[in-house]
């Protein structure tokens, strides 16, 4: 548990040196799958002040284990997440400005380039925006849900594409562990920034072709990638 809970705080202390949240405009997590637990930062916690002791503990059901915080408002939606994408074990939440303008504008982010194309096997999707009754309800739980129903819908593999727009709040995305998440949400923010400057340039940019799209993540993905020594990274 000490381990997990030394992660998530280096990985949380990541977010603001990446110029991904302002205040306390976001969290990250992971999960211990042997273990089935959750470690989460608490809520509202300022980051220049963060350590290990803001740090929560819970189970799969958000039951608290370890830590006297109250954990992220979002603890839901990371619960949701790892519920429902097995194959994931961290989970960030930010509200980075790139991002978060496409998911105002409730579009998708196009595969605009190689860039995009090295970490994400298509559009990175962004969700139909929550009902009344949602966000009246168990909004952080049902903010999971859209999460998934939008993946599933399209059939997209979380995996292959590790990130989501949520539409009129913000980015979500995951990895492999809570450092690998935050770095996906850091190329999506590139990603989206780029996006935006590729349309203010061209008056009708079209994605880039399959082919290509194809080329670039699959030199770093799945059994026959080539990229690398062998440890696998998102630079060029």
Same mark, same amino acid.
């Given at each position: 548990?000490?381990?997990?809970?030394?992660?998530?705080?280096?990985?949380?202390?990541?977010?603001?040196?990446?110029?991904?949240?302002?205040?306390?405009? !976001?969290?990250?997590?992971?999960?211990?799958?042997?273990?089935?637990?959750?470690?989460?930062?608490?809520?509202?916690?300022?980051?220049?002040?963060?350590?290990?002791?803001?740090?929560?503990?819970?189970?799969?059901?958000?039951?608290?284990?370890? !830590?006297?915080?109250?954990?992220?408002?979002?603890?839901?939606?990371?619960?949701?997440?790892?519920?429902?994408?097995?194959?994931?074990?961290?989970?960030?939440?930010?509200?980075?400005?790139?991002?978060?303008?496409?998911?105002?504008?409730?579009?998708?982010?196009?595969?605009? !380039?190689?860039?995009?194309?090295?970490?994400?096997?298509?559009?990175?999707?962004?969700?139909?925006?929550?009902?009344?009754?949602?966000?009246?309800?168990?909004?952080?739980?049902?903010?999971?849900?859209?999460?998934?129903?939008?993946?599933?819908?399209?059939?997209?593999?979380?995996?292959?594409?590790?990130?989501?727009?949520?539409?009129?709040?913000?980015?979500?995305?995951?990895?492999?562990?809570?450092?690998?998440?935050?770095?996906?949400?850091?190329?999506?923010?590139?990603?989206?920034?780029?996006?935006?400057?590729?349309?203010?340039?061209?008056?009708?940019?079209?994605?880039?072709?399959?082919?290509?799209?194809?080329?670039?993540?699959?030199?770093?993905?799945?059994?026959?990638?080539?990229?690398?020594?062998?440890? !696998?990274?998102?630079?060029?």
């Amino acid at each position: 548990m000490h381990v997990l809970i030394e992660k998530v705080l280096a990985a949380n202390l990541l977010l603001p040196r990446m110029g991904l949240v302002v205040f306390t405009w !976001g969290n990250v997590s992971a999960i211990d799958r042997a273990g089935n637990l959750i470690a989460i930062k608490g809520s509202g916690i300022p980051y220049e002040e963060m350590t290990a002791a803001d740090i929560v503990v819970v189970d799969l059901n958000g039951k608290l284990v370890h !830590g006297n915080r109250r954990p992220s408002s979002d603890l839901e939606t990371h619960l949701e997440l790892y519920r429902r994408f097995p194959a994931i074990g961290g989970v960030v939440h930010t509200h980075s400005r790139w991002a978060t303008s496409w998911s105002q504008a409730c579009r998708d982010l196009p595969p605009y !380039g190689t860039t995009h194309a090295d970490t994400f096997y298509g559009p990175v999707p962004c969700t139909r925006p929550l009902t009344d009754a949602e966000i009246n309800g168990a909004y952080e739980l049902e903010t999971g849900h859209v999460i998934a129903e939008t993946f599933e819908s399209r059939r997209i593999d979380p995996v292959a594409v590790p990130a989501v727009l949520v539409a009129g709040h913000g980015p979500f995305a995951w990895g492999t562990d809570a450092v690998d998440a935050v770095q996906h949400a850091a190329i999506l923010e590139e990603c989206a920034q780029m996006a935006y400057h590729t349309e203010t340039i061209a008056t009708a940019p079209a994605p880039i072709s399959q082919t290509l799209l194809d080329r670039h993540y699959l030199r770093k993905h799945g059994k026959d990638a080539y990229y690398g020594q062998g440890g !696998g990274s998102d630079a060029v």
